[in-house]
C-alpha cells in the first residue's frame, strides 16, 4: 500500500466535525438515550483523532489510547444504560427535564 | 488514490450517518444510523493502517456497546407518543442555540488544526506492535481499563438488580 497519502489535517477535520456533531445532539435532545448515543459519538471522534495521530507517526501509542476509549465506553455504556432503567421505572418517562429534582 | 477516495466516500457516509442518527425521533432508527457511522470510521482506521482497531471498532463498538442499546430500548418499549414527543422538540428554535455553539466550538477545532500538515504514514501499526507496546511501557493502563471496567460491571449489576427485584 505505497501511495498512500491521506493528509492528516482531513482526517482531524473530519473527527472534529464528528465531534460537533456528537456536541450538538447532546445538547439539543433531551432523552437520555440520546445523550448517551451522543456521548459515545463524541468518544469515538476523539478516537479517531488518537488512532489518525498514532498512524501518522507509524507509533502503536494511538491504538492503544484506543483501546482505553473503548473501555471507558463500554463502561460507561454499562452503568448509564442501569440508569436509564432505574430512570423509567422511577418517572415513567426518558426525559430528562422531567427528572431534574434530587428527590423526585 | 485509490485509497484517498474510499477515504472521503467513508468519511461522508460517517458524517452524514451521524447527523441523521442525532435527528431521528425514533431511538431504534438512530441506533441504526450510529452503527453506519461505527463502520464507516473503522474503514477509516483500515485505510490510514491500522487494521487492529478497525476489527476492535466493529466488534465492539458496533457490535457490543450498540447490542446494549438495543436491549436497553428493546426493554423499555417506548411506542408512538414518545416519538410524537421527541418530533416535538426537534424544532429550529430549540436546536439554533447549540448549533451556533458547535459551530463556533468546530471553528476553533478548524483553526487549530490548521496548521498541521503530512499524510499519514503509510506502513500499518499492526496487532502484535499495539500488543508488545500494551503490555511493555503502557502495562499500567492495563491495570486501570481493568479496574474501570469491574467498577462498571458492578455499578450496572447494582443498578439492574434493584430494577429487576421491585419489578414484582
Known amino acids: 500500500m505505497d501511495g498512500l497519502n491521506i493528509p492528516l489535517n482531513h482526517i482531524l477535520l473530519v473527527s472534529t466535525l464528528l465531534f460537533s456533531i456528537g456536541m450538538l445532539g447532546l445538547m439539543i435532545r433531551r432523552n437520555i438515550i440520546f445523550i448517551l448515543m451522543s456521548l459515545e459519538v463524541m468518544l469515538n471522534a476523539a478516537a479517531l483523532a488518537f488512532v489518525a495521530a498514532g498512524a501518522h507517526w507509524g507509533q502503536p501509542d494511538g491504538q492503544i489510547i484506543f483501546l482505553l476509549i473503548l473501555s471507558v465506553a463500554a463502561a460507561e455504556v454499562a452503568v448509564g444504560l442501569g440508569l436509564v432503567l432505574q430512570v423509567q421505572r422511577r418517572f415513567k418517562t426518558l426525559d430528562m427535564d422531567d427528572a431534574n429534582r434530587m428527590r423526585g | ?168
Open chain 2, 1 to 168: 488514490m485509490l485509497e484517498i477516495t474510499l477515504f472521503y466516500i467513508a468519511a461522508t457516509i460517517a458524517l452524514v450517518a451521524t447527523v441523521l442518527a442525532m435527528t431521528r425521533a425514533n431511538a431504534i432508527h438512530a441506533l441504526i444510523y450510529l452503527i453506519v457511522s461505527l463502520l464507516a470510521v473503522a474503514v477509516i482506521f483500515f485505510l490510514i493502517g491500522a487494521p487492529f482497531a478497525a476489527a476492535l471498532e466493529i466488534v465492539i463498538y458496533a457490535g457490543a456497546i450498540m447490542v446494549l442499546f438495543v436491549f436497553v430500548i428493546m426493554m423499555l418499549n417506548l411506542g408512538e407518543e414518545g416519538d410524537a414527543r421527541e418530533r416535538g422538540l426537534l424544532q429550529p428554535k430549540i436546536w439554533a442555540g447549540p448549533a451556533l455553539l458547535s459551530l463556533l466550538l468546530f471553528a476553533e477545532l478548524l483553526y487549530m488544526i490548521s496548521t498541521i500538515e503530512g499524510p499519514v504514514s503509510s506502513q500499518q501499526v499492526t496487532a502484535k506492535e499495539v500488543g508488545l507496546a500494551l503490555f511493555g511501557p503502557y502495562v499500567l493502563a492495563v491495570e486501570i481499563a481493568a479496574m474501570l471496567l469491574l467498577a462498571g460491571l458492578v455499578g450496572s449489576y447494582h443498578l439492574g438488580r434493584r430494577y429487576l427485584e421491585r419489578e414484582e
